[in-house]
């Protein structure tokens, strides 16, 4: 599996503060993604970071990618109830059976913001 | 952003029935499809890539006789599980790959066999 690690894999937090989620990976990558779920649902896109970018922001999203590391981390600000949500970090490929557009996806952070 | 759709959202079945799934894209074509299962308090693992027209292309570890796909349309892409047991309990959601690499997710389908 090529599956990365998120870190932390649940963070409760009051509404207002920022949060912060880090996901690391094995591979090199092409891109990678950052994904919410809430509970029992699918999957929300949030933002798309490319291998050759350092930072990138979306409202109140900023994403890093330390491709050096293999890390990249996900900040929230200004957080507020409905973000309460797993959130996944997701890399492109490989896979084993030549799926090579499949995502792997991180194990996750379950966000809790208390009001 | 591209809408997926996916039917049933929750199915519950006796084991060693089978079980199929649907997933249409509303608003685009799509060539191919991705079928993921997430296990409770677990990520989501990539099961197979369905492809219009030829044969899905199936992950390490899953069994392509247990797990049916078939994308004969180019908006819609079904997954059957066939001879289910409990261990098949899972949420299936699947994908399309839309431009920049990024992916739409459907709904996905809370699948319970008994």
């Known amino acids: 599996s090529q599956q990365g690690e998120e870190d932390p894999q649940a963070l409760s937090i009051q509404e207002g503060e920022n949060a912060t989620m880090n996901c690391s990976y094995k591979?090199?990558?092409?891109?990678l993604q950052w994904y919410r779920q809430n509970s029992g649902r699918g999957l929300v896109h949030l933002i798309l970071?490319?291998?050759?970018?350092r930072e990138k922001h979306s409202g109140r999203l900023r994403v890093t990618l330390d491709t050096s590391k293999k890390s990249s981390s996900l900040l929230i600000t200004a957080s507020r109830a409905a973000d309460t949500a797993s959130y996944f970090c997701a890399t492109d490929g490989p896979y084993s059976g030549g799926g090579a557009d499949g995502l792997t996806f991180g194990k996750g952070t379950h966000l809790i913001i208390q009001p | 952003g591209a809408v997926v759709s996916q039917h049933p959202s929750r199915v519950i079945c006796k084991s060693g029935t089978s079980v199929k799934i649907e997933c249409r894209s509303l608003d685009f074509q799509a060539t191919t499809m991705f079928w993921y299962r997430q296990f409770p308090k677990q990520s989501l693992m990539l099961m197979a890539t369905s492809n219009e027209g030829s044969k899905a292309t199936y992950e390490q570890g899953v069994e392509k006789d247990k797990f049916l796909i078939n994308h004969a349309s180019l908006t819609l892409s079904t997954l059957t599980v066939t001879s289910a047991h409990p261990e098949d309990s899972s949420f299936y959601i699947c994908?399309?790959?839309?431009?920049?690499?990024?992916?739409?997710f459907g709904p996905g389908t809370r699948l319970t066999v008994t």
């Open positions: 970071i490319r291998s050759n970018e």
């Open positions: 591979t090199s990558i092409n891109n």
């Open positions: 994908g399309y790959r839309f431009s920049s690499y990024e992916q739409y």
